[in-house]
T-cell receptor
Framework: DAGVIQSPRHEVTEMGQEVTLRCKPI?????LFWYRQTMMRGLELLIY????????DSGMPEDRFSAKMPNASFSTLKIQPSEPRDSAVYFC???????????FGSGTRLTVV | SQQGEEDPQALSIQEGENATMNCSYK?????LQWYRQNSGRGLVHLIL?????REKHSGRLRVTLDTSKKSSSLLITASRAADTASYFC??????????FGKGTMLLVSP
């Protein structure tokens, strides 16, 4: 397996624009997580899915953030409209209930100017 | 807070020395995990220790867990320059979600 695949690796966008981050989890993993990492706040859990169903989105900072998982092999995190304070590294991770730990993607570094 | 707290925040050692990082927490846990993050990369899972376990080994890594003191330690023996990274403990109150600490930055100099 190629691991958890995220795209794009880097995204620079202007304030007010829509941003879509993409994630392909490991095949067979039934949990998918979106985290955000900043120097100030560390790693924050934004939302997680189990079997494609959103379970807990209490970490999503505002209504500007939304996430979907239309099938077991794809998830998106959308920010609309983006703001400079959204600048961070966004990680997707997946896991299975029977496995050991999470597998993280390489992240998307988002810069909103 | 369900977040673990790593100590020290930063650690600088020479190759060949051992590195010890600690994690303290306040809540009940089901398991505790350690992850490594190299600069500019995603986190990599190192080891998971369950609440009924006291010690686990994986290669040069040794993890201990003391649930009575609500603390865990990660020991890296015979460190190498390639071990330079940030190390995070993550608490699993259940299995499905993890909360991460702020991490320990380890620098191993040749």
């Amino acid at each position: 397996d190629a691991g958890v695949i995220q795209s794009p690796r880097h995204e620079v966008t202007e304030m007010g624009q829509e941003v879509t981050l993409r994630c392909k989890p490991i095949s067979g993993h039934d949990y998918l997580f979106w985290y955000r990492q900043t120097m100030m706040r560390g790693l924050e859990l934004l939302i997680y899915f189990n079997n494609n169903v959103p379970i807990d989105d209490s970490g999503m900072p505002e209504d500007r953030f939304s996430a979907k998982m239309p099938n077991a092999s794809f998830s998106t995190l959308k920010i609309q409209p983006s703001e400079p304070r959204d600048s961070a590294v966004y990680f997707c991770a997946s896991s299975s209930l029977t496995g050991d730990g999470y597998t993280f993607g390489s992240g998307t570094r988002l810069t909103v100017v | 807070s369900q977040q673990g707290e790593e100590d020290p925040q930063a650690l600088s050692i020479q190759e060949g020395e051992n590195a010890t990082m600690n994690c303290s927490y306040k809540t009940s846990i089901n398991n505790l995990q350690w992850y490594r993050q190299n600069s500019g990369r995603g986190l990599v899972h190192l080891i998971l220790i369950r609440s009924n376990e006291r010690e686990k080994h994986s290669g040069r890594l040794r993890v201990t867990l003391d649930t009575s003191k609500k603390s865990s330690s990660l020991l890296i023996t015979a460190s190498r320059a390639a071990d330079t990274a940030s190390y995070f403990c993550a608490l699993g109150p259940g299995y499905s979600t993890l909360t991460f600490g702020k991490g320990t930055m380890l620098l191993v100099s040749p």
